[in-house]
């Protein structure tokens, strides 16, 4: 069974950080290009960021450049997400996301991180 | 940036009914990178299609996927009362990655 299991959300102060970490098993993680995919309030989907396989190739969403980074750990099936200088607008379900045959194949069941003071 | 335009934003049909939803792309999709994703509240995405017409692991095939360069299609052959959710269309083709802004299927 494929199982992308989310932690680390939760309410943070404007300017705070956070980092979330998805973990995987139940799909090769080591061969899967991976993403994370934010959904704010009553709105739509909006890519964050991608990481290929081997970690060697990250991209971001224009806005988030410099704030988040993506990483990832072979080792420990895991994907991260660290995110600094957090702003009311971050505030939203952060999903993970991977594998399969398009590498959209597979969700976490999104995590919901709140910027407030 | 590609954007993703979908039509109609609200679809009101009945179960049985056939739903057309639109997904038209600023630029071409190169290699047909569209996929189109079910959400329903409170819950994560649901790949459907990807490749702008592969069916997903498990997905019933009254979906089905249509269109290449700047125009796609997502058909529901006969609406079944678990299908009434909102829905996307994705392009993986150019980054930045983008989704269109949803459809959203009611009864």
């Known amino acids: 069974e494929v199982q992308l299991v989310q932690s680390g959300g939760g309410l943070v102060q404007p300017g705070g950080s956070l980092r979330l970490s998805c973990v995987v098993s139940?799909?090769?993680?080591?061969?899967?290009?991976m993403s994370w995919v934010r959904q704010a309030p009553g709105r739509g989907l909006a890519w964050v960021a991608s990481?290929?396989?081997?970690?060697?190739?990250?991209s971001y969403a224009d806005s988030l450049k410099g704030r988040f980074t993506i990483s990832r750990d072979n080792v420990k099936n895991s994907l991260h997400l660290q995110m600094n200088s957090l702003r009311v607008e971050d505030t939203a379900v952060y999903y993970c996301?991977?594998?399969?045959?398009?590498?959209?194949?597979?969700w976490g069941q999104g995590t919901l991180v709140t910027v407030s003071s | 940036e590609v954007v993703l335009t979908q039509s109609p934003g609200t679809l009101s049909l009945s179960p049985g009914e056939r739903a057309t939803l639109s997904c038209r792309a600023s630029?071409?999709?190169?290699?047909?990178?569209l996929a189109w994703f079910q959400q329903k509240p409170g819950q994560a995405p649901r790949l459907l299609i990807y490749?702008?017409?592969s069916r997903a692991t498990g997905i019933p095939d009254r979906f089905s996927g249509s269109g290449s360069g700047t125009d796609f299609t997502l058909t529901i052959s006969r609406l079944e009362p678990e299908d009434f959710a909102v829905y996307y269309c994705?392009?993986?083709?150019?980054?930045?990655?983008?989704f269109g802004q949803g459809t959203k299927l009611e009864i």
């Open positions: 996301a991977g594998g399969g045959s398009s590498s959209w194949s597979y």
């Open positions: 139940g799909f090769t993680f080591s061969s899967s290009w």
């Open positions: 630029q071409s999709v190169t290699s047909n990178f």
């Open positions: 990481i290929n396989q081997d970690g060697s190739q990250v």
């Open positions: 994705h392009q993986y083709s150019s980054s930045p990655i983008t």
């Open positions: 490749g702008a017409s």
